[in-house]
Structures are given as structure tokens and as C-alpha cells.
């Protein structure tokens, strides 16, 4: 497989959020850990959610969601790939979710 896509690197969950609110019209997805320095990535997920629910987000993590956090996984927009992961892997989550979502090609330029 080989893919290529234009990327952004946030850093930390504030400037992950800044960004999303910039330009989520035009981001084909997002890979996040849920595992964040300054706690859980839970709520970062909920709150990209209410922005624009329909980016698609792969989750990435060594741990399983707790069963209070599984609903979030139960739309065609999120991906929970546990770690240890291989790159193609990755890849895979993100072709999952544009099946879903019936969209031909999530490495092709939004706008």
C-alpha cells in the first residue's frame, strides 16, 4: 500500500483542537492517541465530535476501551486500533472507514 497525505502534527490536545476548529472542513481524517499528556483522550474525541461529527478519527491505544467508552466506537466515523500496530495497519483503519462511509479516496485533497 502505498498512500501519501499531507499531515499535521498537533502536539498536545489544545493545539489539537485549535487546528480542528480551523480547518476540520477540510481534514480527510484524524489519528489520535487516547493517551494523552494531560489525561485522557476521551474528551478530546467528544468535544472534535460536537465540531464536526462526520471527520473520521482513528483511535489509537494500548489499552481496550473501558465499557463506558465503547459507544463513542459505535459509528462508521471512529476506529479503535489497539497498539501494537503496523503502519499498514493504520493505513487499513483509515480504508475502513472510507468504506463506511461510501467516500472513494481519503488521501485525495478536500477543497
Not at 487516547?34 to 478530546?44: N, Q
Not at 472534535?48 to 467508552?69: F, K, M, Q, Y
Not at 476506529?79 to 493504520?90: D, I, M, R, T
Request: avoid cysteine.
Amino acid at each position: 500500500m502505498d498512500e501519501s497525505a499531507d499531515t499535521l502534527a498537533a502536539g498536545g490536545s489544545e493545539r489539537a483542537i485549535e487546528l480542528f476548529r480551523e480547518r476540520h472542513a477540510t481534514l480527510a481524517a484524524v489519528v489520535m492517541d487516547r493517551s494523552l499528556r494531560k489525561g485522557s483522550g476521551w474528551p478530546v474525541l467528544r468535544l472534535l465530535r460536537s465540531i464536526n461529527a462526520e471527520v473520521p478519527v482513528v483511535v489509537i491505544s494500548g489499552s481496550t476501551p473501558a465499557p463506558d467508552e465503547e459507544p463513542i466506537f459505535n459509528d462508521a466515523f471512529t476506529y479503535f486500533l489497539p497498539k501494537p500496530f503496523k503502519p499498514a495497519e493504520v493505513l487499513g483503519a483509515l480504508h475502513t472507514l472510507r468504506s463506511a462511509r461510501g467516500i472513494r479516496n481519503l488521501f485525495e485533497p478536500k477543497g
